[in-house]
C-alpha cells in the first residue's frame, strides 16, 4: 500500500453522513474503514453493495473493547464519530440508551483513541448538533444561533449530544488532542432515513403522485428547521479536519422553513398546490418538548474553512422529491410513461428525472 495514502475509520457507517463521507473521502484516495454494529445487521448489505470499498469492523461504540480493536486495526489518521441514537422523538421514549451510546459513546470513542497510544497522530471529529441549542427564542440571536451561542437543548438526545460535544472538547484541552466539533443544523437527501420528516414527506409525495398512496400522517408542522443538504455538509466536515488546529464549527444555510413550507414546496414539485388533503394530524408524533424555530449562523466556517453551501431550499426539495420519484417507480415497475394519478392543479412542473448530481 501507497505510505502516504490517508486512512479513515467511521462510526455510524450505515447512515446517511457515513454513506456521504465515505464516498468523498474514496474519491480522496483514503482508504476507509466502517465500524458496523450487531451480530447480524441488516444494513450491512446496503453497506457492500452501495459502498463496496469500505472495509468494514465489528464494532459498537458503546464496547471500549470493539472501539479499541477497532482503532488498532484500521491505525486511522483521521476518526469521524457519526454513531448516535440520531431521533429525537425516539431518545424521549430511550432516553437511558440515548445516553448510553449518543453520549457516553463518544467517551468511549476518545478513550479508544487514547489508550490505543495515537492520541496525537488520530485526529477525531465530533458530530455535534444544531438540536443543542433547543430553538427558544430568547436564546436566538436576529443572525441564527453560532459557535458562541447560549445551549438549551430541549430532548434527551439533545442533552446527551451536548455531554458528546463538552468530553470532546474537554480531550482538546486537557490532552492535546486534534478533536474538532462540528455543530450541524438539519441536513437532508436522497440517503436521509424515512423516519425523519423530510424524507418522510419527499417519499410521501412521490408515492402520492404514483397512486401508492393517499395520505400522510404528521406531527405539528409549525416548527422551523435550517435545512441544508447533507453532501455541502460532509464536505464541510472534511475541511474542519484538514484545518491547522482543531475547533469548533457551526454548517448552516441561514436559512429558515416550516415543515408547512416544505409540505408546500414538496407538493408544489408534482403539480398539487394545496397539500393539505393530502396530510394528517397523528398526536402519537409529536413530541414532549418541542424545538421551534433553529436558525444558523455559518459565517465562521466561511470565513475561516472557506466553505460555502451550494444546494439551497429549493434545489433540496427538488432533487429529493425526483430521487424518490424515481426510487418508487423503480421499487414498484411503474414505467415512466405511465401517467400519473394524482393530477396537477397548479403552474409547477411536475420533477420527473433527476438533476445531474453535482
Ligand atoms: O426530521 P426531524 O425528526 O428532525 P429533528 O428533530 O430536527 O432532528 C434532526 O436534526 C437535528 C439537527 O438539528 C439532528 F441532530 C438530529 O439527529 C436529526 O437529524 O423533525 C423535524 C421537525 C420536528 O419539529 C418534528 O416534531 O419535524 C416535526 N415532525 C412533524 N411530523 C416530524 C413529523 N418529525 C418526524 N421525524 N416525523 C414526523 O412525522
Given at each position: 500500500?501507497?505510505?502516504?495514502?490517508?486512512?479513515?475509520?467511521?462510526?455510524?457507517?450505515?447512515?446517511?453522513?457515513?454513506?456521504?463521507?465515505?464516498?468523498?473521502?474514496?474519491?480522496?484516495?483514503?482508504?476507509?474503514?466502517?465500524?458496523?454494529?450487531?451480530?447480524?445487521?441488516?444494513?450491512?448489505?446496503?453497506?457492500?453493495?452501495?459502498?463496496?470499498?469500505?472495509?468494514?469492523?465489528?464494532?459498537?461504540?458503546?464496547?471500549?473493547?470493539?472501539?479499541?480493536?477497532?482503532?488498532?486495526?484500521?491505525?486511522?489518521?483521521?476518526?469521524?464519530?457519526?454513531?448516535?441514537?440520531?431521533?429525537?422523538?425516539?431518545?424521549?421514549?430511550?432516553?437511558?440508551?440515548?445516553?448510553?451510546?449518543?453520549?457516553?459513546?463518544?467517551?468511549?470513542?476518545?478513550?479508544?483513541?487514547?489508550?490505543?497510544?495515537?492520541?496525537?497522530?488520530?485526529k477525531i471529529?465530533?458530530?455535534?448538533?444544531?438540536?443543542?441549542?433547543?430553538?427558544?427564542?430568547?436564546?436566538?440571536?436576529?443572525?441564527?444561533?453560532?459557535?458562541?451561542?447560549?445551549?438549551?437543548?430541549?430532548?434527551?438526545?439533545?442533552?446527551?449530544?451536548?455531554?458528546?460535544?463538552?468530553?470532546?472538547?474537554?480531550?482538546r484541552?486537557?490532552?492535546?488532542m486534534f478533536v474538532v466539533c462540528?455543530?450541524?443544523?438539519?441536513?437532508?437527501?436522497?440517503?436521509?432515513?424515512?423516519?425523519?420528516?423530510?424524507?418522510?414527506?419527499?417519499?410521501?409525495?412521490?408515492?402520492?403522485?404514483?397512486?401508492?398512496?393517499?395520505?400522510?400522517?404528521?406531527?405539528?408542522?409549525?416548527?422551523?428547521?435550517?435545512?441544508?443538504?447533507?453532501?455541502?455538509?460532509?464536505?464541510?466536515?472534511?475541511?474542519m479536519?484538514?484545518h491547522?488546529e482543531p475547533d469548533?464549527?457551526?454548517?448552516?444555510?441561514?436559512?429558515?422553513?416550516?415543515?408547512?413550507?416544505?409540505?408546500?414546496?414538496?407538493?408544489?414539485?408534482?403539480?398539487?398546490?394545496?397539500?393539505?388533503?393530502?396530510?394528517?394530524?397523528?398526536?402519537?408524533?409529536?413530541?414532549?418538548?418541542?424545538?421551534?424555530?433553529?436558525?444558523?449562523?455559518?459565517?465562521?466556517?466561511?470565513?475561516?474553512?472557506?466553505?460555502?453551501?451550494?444546494?439551497?431550499?429549493?434545489?433540496?426539495?427538488?432533487?429529493?422529491?425526483?430521487?424518490?420519484?424515481?426510487?418508487?417507480?423503480?421499487?414498484?415497475?411503474?414505467?415512466?410513461?405511465?401517467?400519473?394519478?394524482?393530477?396537477?392543479?397548479?403552474?409547477?412542473?411536475?420533477?420527473?428525472?433527476?438533476?445531474?448530481?453535482?
Amino acid at each position: 500500500m501507497d505510505g502516504s495514502r490517508r486512512t479513515a475509520l467511521i462510526t455510524g457507517i450505515t447512515g446517511q453522513d457515513g454513506g456521504h463521507l465515505a464516498s468523498l473521502l474514496h474519491e480522496k484516495g483514503y482508504r476507509v474503514f466502517g465500524l458496523i454494529r450487531g451480530q447480524h445487521n441488516p444494513r450491512r448489505d446496503d453497506v457492500e453493495r452501495d459502498l463496496p470499498f469500505v472495509e468494514l469492523l465489528e464494532g459498537d461504540v458503546t464496547d471500549p473493547t470493539s472501539l479499541v480493536r477497532a482503532v488498532e486495526t484500521s491505525s486511522p489518521d483521521e476518526l469521524y464519530n457519526f454513531a448516535a441514537i440520531s431521533h429525537v422523538g425516539y431518545s424521549f421514549n430511550h432516553p437511558t440508551l440515548t445516553m448510553e451510546v449518543t453520549g457516553k459513546g463518544v467517551l468511549n470513542v476518545l478513550e479508544a483513541v487514547r489508550l490505543s497510544g495515537r492520541a496525537e497522530r488520530t485526529k477525531i471529529y465530533q458530530a455535534s448538533t444544531s438540536e443543542m441549542f433547543g430553538g427558544m427564542d430568547y436564546s436566538m440571536p436576529g443572525s441564527g444561533y453560532n459557535e458562541q451561542s447560549q445551549f438549551h437543548p430541549r430532548s434527551p438526545y439533545g442533552v446527551a449530544k451536548l455531554y458528546g460535544h463538552w468530553i470532546a472538547k474537554n480531550y482538546r484541552e486537557s490532552y492535546g488532542m486534534f478533536v474538532v466539533c462540528g455543530v450541524l443544523f438539519n441536513h437532508e437527501g436522497e440517503r436521509r432515513g424515512t423516519e425523519f420528516v423530510t424524507r418522510k414527506i419527499t417519499r410521501a409525495v412521490a408515492r402520492i403522485h404514483l397512486g401508492l398512496q393517499d395520505t400522510i400522517n404528521l406531527g405539528v408542522l409549525w416548527p422551523k428547521r435550517d435545512w441544508g443538504y447533507a453532501g455541502d455538509y460532509v464536505r464541510g466536515i472534511w475541511m474542519m479536519m484538514q484545518h491547522h488546529e482543531p475547533d469548533d464549527f457551526v454548517l448552516a444555510t441561514g436559512e429558515a422553513h416550516s415543515i408547512e413550507d416544505f409540505l408546500a414546496t414538496a407538493f408544489a414539485k408534482i403539480g398539487v398546490g394545496d397539500w393539505r388533503p393530502y396530510v394528517t394530524f397523528d398526536p402519537a408524533l409529536t413530541r414532549a418538548a418541542e424545538v421551534d424555530n433553529l436558525l444558523g449562523d455559518s459565517s465562521k466556517a466561511e470565513q475561516v474553512l472557506g466553505w460555502r453551501r451550494e444546494v439551497g431550499f429549493d434545489d433540496l426539495v427538488t432533487r429529493m422529491v425526483a430521487h424518490d420519484l424515481a426510487d418508487q417507480r423503480l421499487r414498484h415497475g411503474i414505467s415512466p410513461l405511465t401517467p400519473p394519478v394524482v393530477p396537477a392543479d397548479v403552474t409547477a412542473p411536475p420533477v420527473e428525472t433527476a438533476p445531474e448530481l453535482p
